[in-house]
């Protein structure tokens, strides 16, 4: 079923992010949809998450941006369940010709060989080792890692090759996978960053409706620290005018709960994100969307999203500065670093498999 860029009064869907489901900007047609009284079922079909499986050669996607401390991640799922009505991965579903609105966050794909996958690639002869990230785009522990378990099949595949990784979520299904991370972070070899985008449970819910609540994500934090793994905790997006006044409390909670380092991201808001996130302002911050985004144009060169290089995580001008001033005064009086400790490369190896013959030294 495809939408209008408003959905029509009474299908506004409840626990999603976005309230409209324009169509994809590479599809030729444009669907409308409208209310004609015959179909009760209508909202109950906009809400369901549909998921289907999605046959890769490969897993590992590679970059060279200056932007990130990277060159390769995975991404186990295409679309996001958590419905975060900020995600700047929502463009992506336009290339499976799908709307990056209510499609993004109900229209899923998964990668159910994404471990055996996982293992030829970095089994592979000249495969140089580097730390992967995970949760780069969309979330790989949102909920429908509990019943399908790619993200477990390929830390399962890491840990044997003593692989290191980076991993990013906002998601509490990670405790599930303590078991593995904390002997893989005893020898250097993972560290997890965790989204905190507001500390107000009613503002996450209308923000990041399917996402745990803040609180919950702090107890997380908490755990993974207790279990020995480095966490650093993520401000991401920062909202200009929204969300902004909460950073210095939001590292206070995470370093009390056992963070070790902190970063911050600027809201972005590229292609199909920003009229979206426009939406969702009038929906739900009608008395503050004006302000919201002449400040996000302000810091964007006077335009909703910029994708220069050096600013796009961070933004420019006096209010960009002053906001990274006000990170580096909460950092310290946090106790946090920028950066936890460096992820070992050194003691990566390939298992053997039954029939090869083993080393003489």
């Not at 989204?195 to 993974?224: C, D, F, H």
């Not at 006044?245 to 056992?258: N, V």
């Not at 144009?297 to 001008?317: D, H, L, P, V, W």
């Amino acid at each position: 079923m495809f939408f209008s860029e408003t959905l029509p009064l009474g299908l506004v869907p409840k626990a999603r992010g976005s309230t409209s489901n324009a169509t994809g900007r590479f599809e030729r047609l444009a669907r409308e949809t409208f209310i004609d009284g015959w179909d009760a079922e209508v909202e109950e079909s906009v809400l369901r998450t549909t998921t289907v499986d999605e046959r890769v050669r490969k897993i590992l996607t590679r970059n060279d941006s200056p932007d990130i401390p990277f060159d390769r991640s995975i991404n186990p799922y295409r679309g996001c369940e958590h419905g975060c009505s900020y995600c700047f991965a929502r463009p992506t579903h336009a290339y499976l010709g799908l709307s990056p609105g209510l499609d993004f966050e109900t229209r899923l794909t998964r990668k159910p060989e994404a471990a055996q996958l996982l293992a030829r690639e970095i089994a592979a002869r000249g495969y140089e080792v580097a730390p992967i990230a995970i949760g780069t785009n969309t979330d790989p522990y949102q909920p429908i890692e509990a019943r399908d378990r790619i993200m477990r099949g390929l830390l399962e595949v890491l840990a044997e090759h003593n692989h290191p990784v980076a991993i990013t979520t906002k998601g509490t299904l990670i405790e599930r996978d303590i078991d593995i991370l904390k002997p893989m972070a005893a020898k250097g070899l993972v560290h997890v960053g965790i989204s905190v985008t507001t500390l107000g449970s009613r503002l996450s819910r209308q923000l990041e409706p399917r996402a745990p609540v803040p609180a919950r994500r702090l107890k997380t934090i908490r755990a993974l620290s207790d279990a020995g793994i480095p966490v650093r905790v993520m401000v991401a997006p920062i909202i200009p005018a929204l969300t902004d006044h909460e950073l210095e409390a939001i590292l206070a909670a995470a370093a009390t709960h056992g963070a070790r380092a902190a970063a911050y991201i600027m809201l972005r808001l590229p292609l199909e994100v920003a009229p979206l996130f426009e939406d969702w302002l009038a929906t739900h911050v009608p008395d503050r969307a004006q302000r919201v985004m002449n400040r996000v144009r302000e810091i964007r060169g006077g335009k909703a999203n910029s994708a220069e290089f050096g600013t796009r995580m961070t933004g420019e001008g006096e209010w960009a500065e002053l906001l990274h001033k006000r990170f580096e005064i909460a950092l310290s009086r946090a106790g946090l670093s920028k950066r936890t400790p460096p992820l070992r490369t050194d003691l990566f190896a390939v298992p053997p498999k039954p029939g090869d013959q083993l080393s003489l030294f």
